[in-house]
């Protein structure tokens, strides 16, 4: 497959535990981006990898979330000491090139990771 | 208000029916414009970029309006495979931002 693919599809942790999840973007593109989807929401964005550095990470709740993406290519999200508010769908979108500013480009999705925090 | 605000919906239409989203947007910056596709337990997918001129694309017809700062998504004849949740995405310049996503019921 082609497409963006995300791991593990689903993650149950005890609150205060770390988790990562893992973001395989298509070949090719150089932007990533995370989101997190809450129920009944739209995606909310996180943060935004040009390459392998993040170009915008303004949208990382608070200091317990890093993403890295040290390579240019696969893309983690790390998140420490778990709370139950972190619950939710984590998706990746990849993109050839940056979405911002002009017409943009079309951000492809993976099938997220469902994260449950008990 | 709100950077991106949809309709609240669901909106519950008989099939063949026309029906219109509407989104607006707080930023008069923004740059580009979308409307994503994003079915039940699925990840989102582009259905249509918005262009300044307007765009049609089948039964899809997307507008903008800059100057009201909102943009338009009008399904026309529609299928019960239309039954989704759109979403709104504007595009600041500096960040991405979506809508909550208005959901569409297509009634046999």
């Known amino acids: 497959g082609a497409g963006v693919s995300q791991t593990p599809s689903n993650k149950v942790t005890e609150k205060g535990k770390y988790v990562e999840l893992r973001c395989d973007p298509i070949s090719g593109h150089t932007a990533l981006y995370w989101y997190r989807q809450s129920l009944g929401q739209g995606p909310e964005f996180l943060i935004y990898f040009q390459g392998t550095g993040a170009a915008d990470d303004s949208g990382l709740p608070n200091d317990r979330f890093f993403a890295v993406r040290p390579e240019g290519s696969v893309s983690t999200l790390k998140i420490q000491r778990t709370e139950r508010g972190d619950s939710a769908v984590y998706l990746c979108?990849?993109?050839?090139?940056?979405?911002?500013?002009?017409?943009?480009?079309?951000?492809?999705f993976g099938p997220g990771t469902r994260l449950t925090v008990l | 208000r709100k950077e991106v605000e949809q309709d609240p919906g669901p909106f519950n239409v008989p099939e063949g029916a026309t029906v219109a989203f509407n989104c607006t947007y707080s930023?008069?910056?923004?740059?580009?414009f979308f409307w994503y596709r994003q079915d039940c337990r699925k990840e989102p997918k582009l259905l249509m970029s918005v262009y300044s001129s307007g765009n049609e694309d089948g039964r899809f017809t997307a507008q903008l309006n800059r100057a009201s700062q909102y943009i338009s998504l009008l399904i026309r004849d529609s299928k019960l495979s239309d039954s989704a949740t759109y979403l709104c995405?504007?595009?600041?310049?500096?960040?991405?931002?979506f809508g909550k996503g208005t959901r569409l019921h297509i009634l046999p």
């Open positions: 979108a990849s993109s050839p090139t940056a979405v911002t500013g002009g017409r943009g480009n079309e951000q492809f």
């Open positions: 930023n008069s910056a923004s740059q580009s």
């Open positions: 995405v504007v595009n600041g310049g500096d960040k991405i931002i």
